[in-house]
């Protein structure tokens, strides 16, 4: 329904106002009874969220995979396996504390249980994919600092693989300066 995507009539009084008459008057659902457009309008009106499109949701699964294809250079993902289940065989630290990632340079610590922190790590590794958009750079002409970057924090926040000991080794180009 073209009508209700992208307006958030649970926290917008402008759209709610919109939305109210087009649900109830039965502009929109016309096909249902006056009784089931109330139930269809409590519904809307209790999501706080921007209600997506069908295009809206299929380009937040293309960010969501690119950000899960770039954090997968730091794992091997076996056919039985997700990416997910992946990282979490990869994380290895028994500590009830994580690294949180404030500023690029800036951490700090937190307290919370394996499991939290294992979360917390994950999270913290697909952020990174998708501040630095690994996926759409091909393996063989990624930033070599950036990956380096990328296996370091992956080893500070608990997880190990040979693709992170393999990403910290990896040679820093030298920088060209521009003599223009």
């Known amino acids: 329904m073209k009508v209700v995507e992208l307006r958030a009539p649970g926290v917008s009084t402008l759209d709610a106002t919109f939305l109210h008459g087009q649900v109830l008057g039965g502009t929109i659902f016309k096909d249902f009874s006056p009784q089931e457009r109330e139930v269809i309008w409590n519904n ?4 706080k ?3 997506p499109s069908l295009f809206t949701f299929f380009e937040d699964v293309k960010f969501l995979e690119a950000c899960v294809d770039g954090v997968k250079r730091l794992v091997t993902v076996s056919p039985d396996q997700t990416v997910l289940t992946a990282l979490n065989d ?5 500590k009830e504390t994580q690294w949180i990632q404030i500023t690029e340079t800036t951490f700090q610590s937190k ?5 939290t922190c294992r979360t917390l790590g994950v999270l913290q590794l697909l952020a990174f994919g998708a501040r630095e958009n690994l996926k759409t750079t091909p393996r063989a002409k990624a930033d070599q600092d950036v990956l380096q970057r990328f296996a ?7 997880f190990d693989s040979p693709e992170i000991r393999a990403l910290k080794r990896l040679p820093i180009p030298p920088i060209v300066q521009d003599t223009q």
Request: aromatic fraction near 8%; hydrophobic fraction near 50%; proline fraction near 0%.
């Open 49 to 51: 969220g921007i209600i």
């Open 44 to 47: 809307i009106r209790a999501f």
């Open 111 to 115: 307290k919370g249980s394996l499991e």
């Open 152 to 158: 370091s924090l992956a080893e500070r926040l608990g």
């Open 90 to 94: 990869l994380f290895l630290s028994r």
